[in-house]
């Protein structure tokens, strides 16, 4: 047995193990098969051109720029998901200031959650990448 190729308009479909016996399988008309010589990469895709397997490196296509629609999703989503921590770290804050319980560093904190949460809402979301604000600490 060995590796041969299916081969469509110069262009290999199969890669297959045979032992080139035609009486058991031939391909069907307009395909032929070749033989694969020992250790050549040939895969689905390969060009087949003149009796010889073409092998091409290609080269990944460079990554697509975003759109200004994928930037402003993407900059929202952001934005939401920083919001929601900010809002969730408020809330019990602010009910410590509501039930006067709040201790002078709860106020302090609560303010600068609330500068953030302000900062976050006001980022211009066309940016790429928008210079968010560090978190309170």
Known sequence: MARYAVVENS???????WDGDTENWAPPEGQTAALIPEGLPVTNGTRYVDSEF???VIEPEPPLEPTP???LRINAG????????????IAPL???VDLDDATT???ALLKKWKQYRVAVNRINLTLKPPS????PK
């Open 69 to 71: 629609q994928d930037i």
């Open 78 to 89: 952001t934005r939401d998901a920083l919001l929601l921590v900010a809002t969730t770290a």
């Open 132 to 135: 968010w604000p560090d978190r």
């Open 54 to 56: 073409i092998l091409e």
């Open 105 to 107: 560093s709860d106020v």
């Open 11 to 17: 262009l290999v479909i199969n890669v297959m193990l």
């Open 94 to 96: 602010q009910d410590a």
